[in-house]
């Protein structure tokens, strides 16, 4: 599941105390969370609103699948109010989704009782393609676009050519036609097997 794949996931300066989760120097007021299974339940009902949420650019992943979502917290404010907050990362630096995708979380949240939810922009650490879920690769793959070969986060990787599967037949008999594909996040190749044209999303 990916809320399930999410929850290992701990913003810098968090730590856990018994079944609790805190985190300190939150902008904006205090991180209150609930006894076990209720604030579980809770945030997983969130996770669960999020995974219908589709990128605006690739519509067949959600924004869960893709891993821009960083953290779903209830935040005290200064007049005590609980309220939730979502930490979204973009996916690059301008990305023109970036407005859409905060419009289209506010809206899903706002349609299922979590009005008023503030979308916070979390830069760091900058998002990778190695955050993309493995349904999500599944999903692109299932699609007709082939998922990202390498993992990023290894810098060896920069310096290694890569093989690009088409998703359609299998076959590493590809080749590139563009670096740029229908969004400057994926490339167009083609396959020399069945001869098919394919977008990859690069390595990020």
Known sequence: MAWQERR??????AYVVGNAAFATNVPGGTVVAAAEPVAEDRERQVWHVLEAVPDPEIPVLSVVDL???RYVRW???NDG????????TPTYSGCPATEVIRHSVATA???EG???AVIDEVLSPPWTSD???DGGRRKLESFGIAPPQRVVSKPRHLFRAHVVTCPRCGSGATERISEFGSTPCKA???CTTCLEPFDYFKCL
Request: without cysteine; aromatic residues 12%.
């Open 81 to 88: 109010q609980l309220k939730l907050h979502v930490g979204i």
């Open 67 to 69: 891993g821009i979502v």
């Open 75 to 77: 935040i005290a404010g």
């Open 131 to 133: 955050w993309l879920t």
């Open 114 to 116: 979590y009005a008023g």
């Open 8 to 13: 290992s996931y701990r913003a810098p300066g």
């Open 188 to 190: 167009h190749y083609r």
């Open 109 to 111: 949240l706002n349609e």
